[in-house]
Nanobody
Framework: QVQLVESGGGSVQAGGSLRLSCAAS????????MAWFRQAPGNEREWVAA????????NYADSVKGRFTISQNNAKNTVYLQMNSLKSEDSAMYYC?????????????????WGQGTQVTVSS
């Protein structure tokens, strides 16, 4: 089992920045990738970014490419999402996900472990 705890959400004005953290505990050695998803009220859960834990390779949704950066600190078992140039449409609950046996892609149902989420609100 892997437990995930997100932090770092909050309220910010458009154009501002936030850094989300996802602290993993448990059998973290078994996870092949980590990802961030988000979900706004009335919308489906949307993939944001993913990182392959072994190689550090990253991938991003087109909507955040160039503005968001996913990174990891293996010593701390923590994954980060640096969010810059935030827009009102980035407002959502952000979820951390871990381990996708079928590959590190943006398909929510492929991920085994999920955190409880952290709210991000961007005001224009």
């Amino acid at each position: 089992q892997v437990q995930l705890v997100e932090s770092g959400g909050g309220s910010v004005q458009a154009g501002g920045s936030l850094r989300l953290s996802c602290a993993a505990s448990g059998y973290t050695w078994s996870t092949n990738c980590m990802a961030w998803f988000r979900q706004a009220p009335g919308n489906e859960r949307e993939w944001v970014a993913a990182i392959v834990t072994g190689s550090g390779n990253t991938n991003y949704a087109d909507s955040v490419k160039g503005r968001f950066t996913i990174s990891q600190n293996n010593a701390k078992n923590t994954v980060y999402l640096q969010m810059n140039s935030l827009k009102s449409e980035d407002s959502a609950m952000y979820y951390c996900a871990a381990h996708s046996p079928r590959g590190c892609f943006g398909i929510a149902t492929w991920y085994v472990y999920w955190g409880q989420g952290t709210q991000v609100t961007v005001s224009s």
